[in-house]
């Protein structure tokens, strides 16, 4: 079955084929979850990567209850068998008969994994009432290299806020231009509309590009730039362009570089689809000389992208401690770059979508140290929507366990800084 072309598989079998294989590539290639190739188009595909991304949320938690059912490891495809039957079960609910028969028909389609078929079934079958035992498990754990950090930074209880703020897909967030057509949701404090879920490209306003894409959290670093109208703005890191098309949206001149020519390509399509313009530079911001000084920059610098594990739970299993070290020199190297790039008296927002001070708090407070002509404007978190424990050193904190009933938002850090006139 393992060759067998996925047409000839019902579809939920084919399905939980391509999640084993989506699998593979983030836990044993080290891939992307997005990047990975699950040997399936349309729905099925879909489905795949909804039930891979489950199983990456949960991991800890099916291990856990796993563990206690089993003598020794099992190897990896048969281990990834069984988590997957354990989120199917108790976290979408699906009939647990369908699921083992299709545990088992998988461990039975590789020569590798087909005398564990038998593991399999009676593992699974001796789930049955485990209902009580599985709500019980914690979230998982965030690995040691980031578990540390966090707890140092934000305190055991928040650390454990996070984890299990990361237990829930992020909802879907657009941002709406002034006016424009947007579907029925919720709007948040502040601005951004929220809504459950759904088929993107069908949502009304989709075609009219009357909104984009965009998380809460995300939205908040271009509107500390004030107002933008009329200006000269430099979006430094700016594709797939979500931040570009708020600036342009708010009438500003804008500038949208970034290095990665493939992710450009999205910001050009995203301005077209919503009739917005911005010049886009493809370039090395390390080597790039802008043709005059900046009114104001944006620079939403690459980082671990810890603030968005509840979108891409992929991510704490491809990264490691030493990249942290990588990024924050990038950023600090970028932030300076930047810098000769403002006009006197220009206004630099500096942003990044990490958990981690290191790659926020830490970065501005070392950046006014090195430059004396520098100065962080104190934020006001009431005036973004935001609540007061939002504030920060220097800018504003946000951790995805705010706002859990409203259904959280991703982490970021974001500073406005002024060069001296
Ligand atoms: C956090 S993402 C930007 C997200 C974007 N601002 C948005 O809101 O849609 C960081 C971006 O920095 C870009 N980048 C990394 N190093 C760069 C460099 N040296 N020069 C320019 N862009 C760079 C990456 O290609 C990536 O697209």
Request: charge should be positive.
């Amino acid at each position: 079955m393992e060759d067998r072309p996925a047409r000839d598989l019902p579809e939920s079998l084919a399905a939980r084929r391509g999640a084993l294989r989506l699998l593979a590539h983030v836990l044993r290639d080290g891939r992307m979850l997005g990047d990975g190739a699950s040997g399936l188009t349309g729905a099925p595909a879909a489905r795949a990567l909804r039930l891979a991304g489950l199983v990456l949320r949960h991991m800890g938690r099916a291990d856990a209850l796993l563990k206690a059912r089993m003598q020794r490891q099992p190897a990896a495809r048969i281990r990834d068998i069984l988590r997957l039957a354990v989120v199917e079960i108790f976290v979408d609910g699906a009939a647990p008969h369908g699921v083992v028969n299709d545990a088992v028909a998988l461990a039975r389609a590789t020569p590798r994994t087909v005398k564990q078929a038998g593991l399999v079934n009676a593992v699974l079958r001796g789930l049955g009432g485990a209902e009580a035992e599985w709500t019980a498990l914690p979230p998982p754990a965030l690995p040691a290299w980031l578990r540390k950090p966090l707890a140092k930074a934000w305190g055991r209880d928040r650390l454990e806020a996070i984890e299990a703020a990361h237990l829930t897909p992020a909802p879907l967030d657009l941002s709406v231009k002034p006016g424009g057509l947007a579907p029925d949701g919720v709007t948040l404090p502040t601005g951004t509309l929220r809504l459950d879920g759904g088929q993107v490209s069908a949502l009304p306003g989709y075609a009219e590009g009357t909104w984009w894409v965009q998380d809460a959290a995300a939205a908040v670093p271009v509107r500390l730039l004030g107002d933008v109208a009329g200006q000269r703005v430099l979006d430094l890191c700016a594709a797939p362009g979500g931040k570009t098309m708020q600036l342009a949206a708010a009438g500003a001149e804008v500038t949208a570089l970034d290095v990665s020519e493939a992710r450009l390509k999205r910001v050009a399509e995203n301005l077209t689809r919503t009739g917005l313009s911005a010049t886009v530079v493809t370039a090395d911001a390390m080597n790039w000389t802008p043709p005059a000084p900046f009114d104001a920059i944006l620079l939403d610098a690459p980082c671990t992208a810890t603030g968005t594990i509840r979108r891409h739970p992929d991510l704490p299993h491809l990264r490691e401690a030493r990249d942290v070290e990588a990024l924050t020199r990038m950023q600090f190297h970028l932030l300076d770059r930047a810098l000769t790039m403002l006009a006197p008296g220009g206004r630099l927002v500096f942003c990044t979508c990490s958990l981690l001070p290191v790659e926020g708090e830490h970065q501005i407070t070392a950046a006014l140290k090195r430059h004396p002509d520098l100065r962080a404007t104190a934020l006001d978190p009431a005036a973004y929507g935001l609540p007061p424990e939002t504030q920060s050193p220097h800018g504003l904190r946000l951790l995805p366990d705010l706002w859990p009933d409203r259904g959280g938002l991703d982490g970021f850090y974001m500073a406005l800084l002024t060069k001296a006139a």
